[in-house]
């Protein structure tokens, strides 16, 4: 699932996830900051990882909730026009899938962003497993 916390409420998204029975929900607009230990330990109580890659400054932020039963690696980029997380889980009955959620905020210059955004396909191109890319482009 996508989910924008900035319209459906930080507080809600667990509650959806749970409901929904989610596996993974990529989350763009996040605002969280990172010392929000609350909201990792909440979702660690049931039975969710949150790897949060959150914006230095006020809103933005980019994040993950996945099931505990999967394993992961996190995958950094740095780019100047978005903001970018990507797991990659690989779990022995199906193949590697690679989750991208990204958030471009609106005041991001848009020729910038889509030759970063090239740049970010073509290196997910030269690597194995599927690709889910999802976010808030604006």
Do not use: M
Request: glycine letters at 6%; a neutral charge.
């Amino acid at each position: 699932a996508v989910v924008s916390t900035q319209s459906t409420g930080r507080n809600k998204v667990l509650g959806v996830a749970i409901d929904h029975e989610l596996d993974v929900a990529c989350l763009s607009e996040t605002w969280l900051r990172g010392d929000e230990s609350a909201i990792v330990r909440e979702a660690s109580e049931l039975r969710y990882s949150l790897i949060s890659v959150p914006r230095p400054s006020r809103g933005g932020g980019v994040a993950f909730l996945l099931r505990k039963v999967f394993h992961y690696t996190e995958v950094k980029h740095s780019f100047s026009s978005f903001e970018c997380a990507e797991i990659l889980i690989k779990h022995p009955s199906c193949r590697s899938t690679r989750f991208l959620s990204i958030y471009r905020p609106p005041n991001s210059p848009i020729p910038l962003f889509l030759d970063e955004f090239e740049t970010l396909l073509v290196r997910l191109a030269e690597r194995p497993g599927e690709i889910i890319i999802t976010g808030d482009f604006n």
